[in-house]
């Protein structure tokens, strides 16, 4: 692990499906030599309780850390991911140092939310953007020196097939499931981006990654062909982790020594992902031009403050 900013390569290099020799969540954990070394830190994590979320939380236990879980109520009938859930959190904390934001869906039915928007918007991007948004006075309050305060966005490869649709982020003219999945998934980015861009100078800093693919709840919506369609790709299948394997670049970026006061990167496969030279290649997964670009991360940003009705500090 010669490279810092790229210490699995050699295990990424010819990957064999789920289980295979790439790191886990854990064993980022354990090369870092941070089992019980986070005692006084704070992390939430949203949709903890299952897929590379519940990987994620054990392996930052192991950590010492203080785990809040924001998961589905009882009901499964809603995430509880909403300024109500942020305000739930401050009445139990004054202190946060680590916010990871992993709940997302894919490929749902069209819907449009109570408030108005396209479901996949709300539930990947709109909602953790309220959420943290209402959170970060207590970020900023809780950075220190030894620790920046960071907030994580678990993207996807996906965002390199759409771009925002300003003039139509709710498909009203027509929906498609995975332009919508992928257009969320860039808006995870450019709000991770500029985030960073503007607390970095008062301690918080943000990144957002790509998981890798895993076989979750998060395929709830594929049909049974399109299961068999993926599973019978070989060349997929080989790139596929298990859950444990997917946890392993958010543990990375949370708690990784090499991301302390850094952030506004894209991270995949445990590295800094450069900029993809085949943009269709499910193996390159590498940035497209788009997953970086500060007018448009603005013009978001503005938009998302306006749509989710929070006010930044």
């Given at each position: 692990?010669?490279?810092?900013?790229?210490p699995?390569?050699k295990?990424?290099?010819?990957p064999?499906?789920?289980g295979?020799?790439?790191p886990t969540?854990?064993?980022?954990?354990e090369?870092?030599?941070?089992k019980?070394?986070?005692a006084?830190?704070?992390i939430m994590?949203?949709a903890?309780?299952?897929?590379?979320?519940?990987?994620?939380?054990?392996?930052?236990?192991?950590?010492?850390?203080?785990?809040?879980?924001?998961i589905?109520?009882?009901?499964r009938?809603k995430?509880?991911i909403?300024?109500?859930?942020?305000?739930?959190?401050?009445?139990?904390?004054?202190?946060?140092?680590?916010?990871?934001n992993?709940?997302?869906?894919?490929?749902?039915?069209?819907?449009?939310?109570?408030?108005?928007?396209?479901?996949?918007?709300?539930?990947?991007y709109?909602?953790?953007f309220?959420?943290?948004?209402m959170?970060?006075s207590?970020?900023?309050?809780?950075s220190?020196?030894?620790?920046?305060?960071?907030?994580?966005?678990?993207g996807s490869s996906?965002?390199r097939?759409?771009?925002?649709?300003f003039?139509?982020?709710?498909?009203?003219?027509?929906?498609?499931?995975?332009l919508?999945?992928?257009?969320?998934?860039?808006?995870?980015?450019w709000?991770a981006?500029?985030?960073?861009?503007?607390?970095?100078?008062?301690?918080?800093?943000?990144?957002?990654?790509?998981p890798?693919?895993?076989?979750?709840?998060?395929?709830?919506?594929a049909?049974?062909e399109?299961?068999?369609?993926w599973?019978?790709?070989?060349?997929m299948w080989?790139?596929?982790?298990?859950?444990?394997?997917g946890a392993a670049?958010t543990?990375?970026?949370?708690?990784?020594?090499?991301?302390?006061?850094?952030?506004?990167?894209?991270?995949?496969d445990?590295?800094a992902?450069?900029?993809a030279?085949?943009m269709?290649?499910?193996v390159?997964d590498?940035?497209?031009?788009?997953c970086?670009?500060?007018?448009?991360?603005?013009?978001?940003?503005?938009?998302s403050?306006?749509m989710?009705?929070v006010t930044?500090p």
């Amino acid at each position: 692990m010669s490279d810092p900013m790229n210490p699995y390569a050699k295990l990424h290099l010819s990957p064999a499906g789920p289980g295979d020799q790439r790191p886990t969540a854990l064993q980022i954990i354990e090369d870092l030599q941070l089992k019980d070394k986070f005692a006084d830190t704070v992390i939430m994590i949203t949709a903890g309780s299952s897929g590379i979320g519940i990987e994620t939380a054990q392996a930052l236990y192991s950590t010492g850390a203080q785990i809040y879980l924001m998961i589905r109520n009882k009901h499964r009938a809603k995430a509880i991911i909403t300024k109500k859930g942020a305000q739930q959190f401050l009445g139990m904390s004054q202190q946060l140092n680590v916010v990871i934001n992993n709940a997302g869906i894919l490929a749902c039915p069209y819907t449009i939310t109570s408030d108005g928007f396209e479901r996949q918007f709300a539930v990947d991007y709109l909602s953790h953007f309220a959420m943290t948004t209402m959170l970060l006075s207590t970020l900023i309050a809780s950075s220190s020196v030894a620790f920046k305060s960071r907030v994580i966005y678990v993207g996807s490869s996906s965002h390199r097939y759409s771009n925002i649709r300003f003039n139509d982020i709710n498909f009203k003219g027509g929906n498609d499931p995975f332009l919508a999945y992928r257009q969320s998934k860039t808006a995870v980015t450019w709000s991770a981006n500029h985030l960073d861009r503007l607390y970095r100078a008062r301690g918080v800093r943000a990144l957002s990654l790509n998981p890798g693919g895993v076989m979750s709840g998060l395929q709830q919506y594929a049909t049974e062909e399109q299961h068999e369609t993926w599973k019978n790709d070989k060349v997929m299948w080989t790139l596929m982790k298990s859950p444990e394997q997917g946890a392993a670049t958010t543990v990375w970026a949370a708690v990784a020594p090499l991301w302390e006061d850094k952030g506004g990167f894209y991270l995949s496969d445990c590295k800094a992902a450069p900029l993809a030279s085949n943009m269709s290649s499910a193996v390159d997964d590498g940035h497209i031009p788009h997953c970086y670009g500060p007018v448009d991360e603005e013009h978001l940003w503005i938009l998302s403050l306006a749509m989710a009705k929070v006010t930044a500090p």
